[in-house]
Protein backbone atom coordinates (compact mmCIF):
# COMPACT_ATOMS: atom_id res chain seq x y z
CA UNK A 1 0.00 0.00 0.00
CA UNK A 2 1.23 3.47 -1.15
CA UNK A 3 1.37 5.40 1.97
CA UNK A 4 1.98 8.80 -0.17
CA UNK A 5 -1.26 10.29 -0.09
CA UNK A 6 -1.00 11.25 4.02
CA UNK A 7 2.16 13.53 2.85
CA UNK A 8 -0.05 16.55 1.20
CA UNK A 9 1.74 19.78 2.49
CA UNK A 10 -1.17 21.32 4.70
CA UNK A 11 -0.39 25.24 3.69
CA UNK A 12 -0.58 25.00 -0.15
CA UNK A 13 -3.32 22.71 0.19
CA UNK A 14 -5.60 24.62 2.71
CA UNK A 15 -4.56 27.95 0.56
CA UNK A 16 -5.57 26.44 -3.01
CA UNK A 17 -8.90 25.35 -1.58
CA UNK A 18 -9.33 28.50 0.00
CA UNK A 19 -8.76 30.52 -3.34
CA UNK A 20 -11.65 28.56 -5.18
CA UNK A 21 -13.80 28.14 -2.70
CA UNK A 22 -13.41 32.30 -2.61
CA UNK A 23 -13.85 32.36 -6.09
CA UNK A 24 -16.59 30.20 -6.63
CA UNK A 25 -18.55 32.37 -3.35
CA UNK A 26 -18.13 35.55 -5.89
CA UNK A 27 -19.87 34.09 -8.71
CA UNK A 28 -22.27 32.60 -7.13
CA UNK A 29 -22.72 36.31 -5.43
CA UNK A 30 -23.42 37.95 -9.14
CA UNK A 31 -25.36 35.34 -10.34
CA UNK A 32 -28.07 35.87 -6.92
CA UNK A 33 -27.58 39.30 -7.73
CA UNK A 34 -28.60 38.90 -11.03
CA UNK A 35 -31.39 36.22 -10.06
CA UNK A 36 -30.08 32.90 -11.74
CA UNK A 37 -31.11 29.93 -10.77
CA UNK A 38 -27.79 28.66 -9.10
CA UNK A 39 -26.34 30.92 -6.13
CA UNK A 40 -23.31 30.65 -3.67
CA UNK A 41 -23.72 27.48 -2.58
CA UNK A 42 -23.88 25.44 -5.48
CA UNK A 43 -20.95 27.50 -7.62
CA UNK A 44 -18.61 27.29 -3.50
CA UNK A 45 -19.45 23.46 -3.68
CA UNK A 46 -18.57 23.11 -7.28
CA UNK A 47 -15.73 24.69 -7.23
CA UNK A 48 -14.37 22.90 -3.99
CA UNK A 49 -15.26 19.73 -5.37
CA UNK A 50 -12.53 20.63 -8.67
CA UNK A 51 -9.91 22.12 -5.79
CA UNK A 52 -9.82 18.28 -4.27
CA UNK A 53 -10.02 16.65 -7.18
CA UNK A 54 -6.98 18.91 -8.44
CA UNK A 55 -5.23 18.38 -5.76
CA UNK A 56 -5.59 14.47 -4.88
CA UNK A 57 -4.96 13.94 -8.75
CA UNK A 58 -2.01 11.71 -9.59
CA UNK A 59 0.71 13.84 -11.01
CA UNK A 60 1.40 12.46 -14.91
Request: glycine share 10%; charged share 15%.
Amino acid sequence: MNDNFLHYPVGPVAMKIAVAIGIGMLIGMERKWSHKEAGIRAFSIVSLLGALSAVISPEN
